[in-house]
């Protein structure tokens, strides 16, 4: 039962936020979801493209998760975007708030992904980047794929 815990499924990675944010730290958190939310996540059902995290009185919110009705849901299906309370220890809310309070980070979901029967978030510390890095990216992405293509050309 113990390796059943232990086993993940990665459902999406926001790719997006690697792009446009230079991550510091990754914090794992569970989702606090409606029955029909998880059908629906599980059939990949979901988009937190341009998702953030927000700390308030009552701990962690994820903002701008959409997770479309379940199609086989009744009239009780679920809001598809509401914000959803993320579950982490005191400790490290605290942690995370006092970071984002002076240093200017912002947190931001990197991927959700199922650990055993359980939804999880991992939401990252990240500190924005500047046009100049992003176009540094773009470059050093193009040269790596251009030297793929001529060693596999060398090969043959």
Same mark, same amino acid.
């Given at each position: 039962?113990?390796?059943?815990?232990?086993?993940?499924?990665?459902?999406?990675?926001?790719?997006?936020? =690697?792009?446009? =944010?230079?991550?510091? %730290?990754?914090? %794992?958190?569970?989702?606090?979801?409606?029955?029909?939310?998880?059908?629906?996540?599980?059939?990949?059902?979901?988009?937190?493209?341009?998702?953030?995290?927000?700390?308030?009185?009552?701990?962690?919110? $994820?903002?701008?998760?959409?997770?479309?009705?379940?199609?086989?849901?009744?009239?009780?299906?679920?809001?598809?975007?509401?914000?959803?309370?993320?579950?982490?220890?005191?400790?490290?809310?605290?942690?995370?708030?006092?970071?984002?309070?002076?240093?200017?980070?912002? $947190?931001?979901?990197?991927?959700?992904?199922?650990?055993?029967?359980?939804?999880?978030?991992?939401?990252?510390?990240?500190?924005?980047?500047?046009?100049?890095?992003?176009?540094?990216?773009?470059?050093?992405?193009?040269?790596?794929?251009?030297?793929?293509? %001529? $060693?596999?050309?060398?090969?043959?």
């Amino acid at each position: 039962m113990k390796q059943d815990r232990n086993k993940f499924k990665l459902l999406q990675k926001n790719k997006k936020a =690697y792009f446009n =944010y230079e991550v510091i %730290e990754d914090l %794992e958190c569970g989702i606090s979801l409606a029955g029909t939310e998880v059908k629906s996540i599980r059939d990949g059902r979901f988009s937190f493209s341009d998702s953030y995290v927000t700390i308030d009185k009552q701990g962690l919110t $994820l903002v701008g998760l959409t997770i479309q009705p379940y199609t086989h849901g009744n009239i009780n299906n679920h809001e598809p975007n509401r914000n959803r309370r993320l579950l982490a220890h005191k400790g490290e809310i605290k942690r995370l708030k006092r970071k984002v309070d002076e240093k200017g980070f912002t $947190l931001v979901p990197t991927s959700i992904y199922l650990k055993g029967n359980l939804v999880k978030v991992q939401i990252s510390l990240c500190r924005g980047k500047q046009l100049h890095d992003k176009r540094a990216v773009v470059k050093e992405r193009d040269l790596n794929r251009d030297t793929r293509r %001529e $060693l596999k050309q060398l090969q043959y």
